[in-house]
């Protein structure tokens, strides 16, 4: 397997534009997570799906942001109007719960995006 | 509110040490905790597991412990290298079942000299 695969890696755009993240989960994971990366804030999770339903949002810092999952291997965070303030490291992971049912994280590489 | 801090944002420390990282936690009652390793430009590898029931784990030259009544954990590199250079994340889950995030601490940047 590829691993989960994320896109674009490297996102630059103006204050006010709409940006798109993608993610593909590994196949046969049935979680899959957002998360976004400051140096400030460290890790925070924006988003989890279970079976492709979002099962807490309450992560997701405004109504600029929204997560959607339409089918098991596909996924997608956009944020629009974007802000400065949303430059960041986004990261997507996906997991099958194994022992004692614990979710063990697979991270894709990230998404960094610089909103000028 | 539930908290989780690791104890330095950076560790340095001499080639064949033991380097020892340190996650506390407050308002929490975690089910099991993780480490994570993460390298610059990437994103997180997972390391090991540890259980509330569990005291201790070991993996390789890794070793992580659990202490629910300091509501602590600590991580362990024994014969540390340089390759052993990165940033480790903990990582709690308020849930036994399959079901709850992951909430991770900010991280401690190991750098192992030669």
């Known amino acids: 397997d590829a691993g989960v695969i994320q896109s674009p890696r490297h996102e630059v755009t103006e204050m006010g534009q709409e940006v798109t993240l993608r993610c593909k989960p590994i196949s046969g994971h049935d979680y899959l997570f957002w998360y976004r990366q400051t140096m400030m804030r460290g890790l925070e999770l924006l988003i989890y799906?279970?079976?492709?339903?979002?099962?807490?949002d309450s992560g997701m810092p405004e109504d600029r942001f929204s997560a959607k999952m339409p089918n098991a291997s596909f996924s997608t965070l956009k944020i629009q109007p974007s802000e400065p303030r949303d430059s960041a490291v986004y990261f997507c992971?996906?997991?099958?719960?194994?022992?004692?049912?614990?979710?063990?994280?697979?991270f894709g590489a990230g998404s960094r995006l610089t909103v000028l | 509110s539930q908290k989780i801090e690791q104890n330095s944002e950076a560790l340095n420390i001499q080639e064949g040490k033991t380097a020892t990282l340190t996650c506390n936690y407050t308002n929490y009652s975690p089910a099991y905790l993780q480490w994570y390793r993460q390298d610059p430009g990437r994103g997180p590898v997972f390391l090991l597991l540890?259980?509330?029931?569990?005291k201790e784990k070991r993996k390789e030259r890794l070793k992580v412990t659990f202490d629910t009544t300091l509501k602590q954990s600590l991580f362990h590199i024994t014969a540390s290298q340089p390759a052993d250079s990165a940033t480790y994340l903990c990582a709690f889950s308020n849930y036994g079942g399959s079901q709850g995030n992951l909430i991770f601490g900010k991280g401690t940047k190991l750098s192992v000299k030669p």
């Open positions: 799906f279970n079976n492709n339903v979002p099962i807490d």
């Open positions: 540890i259980r509330e029931n569990e």
């Open positions: 992971a996906s997991s099958k719960p194994g022992e004692a049912g614990a979710n063990v994280l697979t």
